[in-house]
């Protein structure tokens, strides 16, 4: 997304919100101009969440330390399957360091969201190992069920754990009749194109709700797809038939 058209984007959401998160599947310290970018963001008042794989954080921590963020969310899981086995030991190292080091100004959520993965066992006792001799918390307590923000391992440092959940998919055909979701109620996702859509899951806007860069926010969010959508989740119904094939809801 060019810095400009970031600028507008901002301008637009600013009446409607106080938070910005920069995901939606794609990794957003990748971005040339990420400087410019939390700058026009910091600079409008909105509150910076960013949830990266955590590969980049040790190259881009001078950025990232010249702005106001108000958490970062590293996805400790990801590691698993993009980075060599050999290397798993430095990337925890250098996670946890990152989080121990940034700790004081911005909140810090370790993530390993796939508890459910036989195959992630492995990899998942080398960051908890890593983790509790960092932090000096024994295995069994890291290993206990939280909820919500997960388990505080310090000052603004935190390790949430969740089962692996499928991502919609239009292909699929999905049983789900009734769910929750946050999916505007209290978020929606802004792609790298302008489109709008409900969930911050829809990166392929297969539930495009209208176009950032020619309409109005609030006439997007009054359009008759977006009510039916959030009331039908008000409700606990699925609406549209992709939300059905979605496994993040069933985890709220």
């Known amino acids: 997304m060019p810095v400009d058209e970031f600028r507008l984007i901002v301008e637009k959401i600013r009446p409607f919100t106080n938070y910005i998160y920069l ?22 008042g ?11 954080l040790e ?25 060599p086995m050999d290397k798993w ?16 100004n911005t909140y810090i959520c370790l993530r390993l969201w796939n508890t459910t993965n036989e195959e992630s066992a492995g990899f998942n ?6 983790i509790g001799q960092a932090f000096h918390l024994s295995t069994e307590l890291l290993n206990q069920e939280t909820k919500g923000n997960g388990l505080k391992l310090s000052d603004h440092i935190f390790l949430q754990r969740s089962p692996r959940f499928e991502w919609p998919d239009e292909t699929h055909t999905g049983e789900q009749t009734t769910k929750n979701c946050y999916a505007l109620r209290d978020h929606i996702a802004i792609l790298s194109d302008g489109q709008v859509v409900p969930c911050c899951l829809d990166a392929d806007a297969n539930l495009r709700l209208g176009d950032i ?15 039916n959508i959030k009331k039908g989740f008000e409700q606990r ?4 038939p992709i939300c059905s094939t979605c496994g993040f809801s069933t985890l709220l």
């Not at 995901?23 to 409008?44: F, K, M, N, T, Y």
């Not at 006792?125 to 890593?130: G, R």
């Open 23 to 44: 995901h939606v599947l794609g990794e957003p310290l990748l971005h040339p101009q990420l400087d410019e970018i939390l700058a026009i963001a910091g600079d409008s």
């Open 46 to 56: 909105l509150n910076i969440n960013i949830t990266t794989n955590g590969s980049l």
């Open 59 to 83: 190259r881009k921590k001078e950025i990232l330390q010249r702005h106001s963020i108000r958490q970062i969310n590293i996805s400790l899981h990801d590691a698993e399957e993009n980075i």
């Open 89 to 104: 030991n430095e990337y925890m190292q250098s996670a946890i360091n990152f989080a121990i080091e940034q700790a004081a």
């Open 125 to 130: 006792a080398l960051c908890l190992e890593k």
């Open 213 to 227: 860069f020619t309409e109005n926010l609030a006439y997007i969010l009054d359009t008759q797809r977006a009510k």
């Open 237 to 240: 119904k699925v609406v549209e």
